[in-house]
């Protein structure tokens, strides 16, 4: 079992900053190529970016990249997602899910399908 526990969403303007952490607890971090996913009122779940295990190679949605960052601090037990330049389209519940690194790299990462771990979430709102 592992437990996820987003934190640091909140209300911003268009073109502001937020920085979001995901908290792990349980199995060896260090074991799993961590996402962020985001689901905004009426639309299906989708990817926004991913990281993998050691932290060397990320992929992102291309609404997403060049404006946010995906690391991770293992020693911390901890992923983040830099979001800069934020849209109002940006807007949504934004998830972080583990996905075992035992599966390769690719670009099925992108696929909420693939993750086996979720946390509750933590709201974005971006204002115009």
């Known amino acids: 079992q592992v437990q996820l526990v987003e934190s640091g969403g909140g209300l911003v303007q268009a073109e502001g900053s937020l920085r979001l952490s995901c908290a792990a607890s349980?199995?060896?971090?260090?074991?799993?190529?961590m996402g962020w996913f985001r689901q905004a009122p009426g639309k299906e779940r989708e990817f926004v970016a991913a990281?993998?295990?050691?932290?060397?190679?990320?992929y992102y949605a291309d609404s997403v990249k060049g404006r946010f960052t995906i690391s991770r601090d293992n020693a911390k037990n901890t992923v983040y997602l830099q979001m800069n330049s934020l849209k109002p389209e940006d807007t949504a519940v934004y998830y972080c899910?583990?996905?075992?690194?035992?599966?390769?790299?690719?670009?099925?990462?992108?696929?909420?399908?693939?993750?086996?771990?979720w946390g509750q979430g933590t709201q974005v709102t971006v204002s115009s």
């Open positions: 349980g199995r060896t971090f260090s074991g799993y190529t």
């Open positions: 899910a583990t996905r075992p690194s035992a599966k390769g790299w690719g670009t099925r990462v992108s696929s909420l399908y693939e993750y086996d771990y």
């Open positions: 990281i993998t295990w050691s932290g060397g190679t990320t």
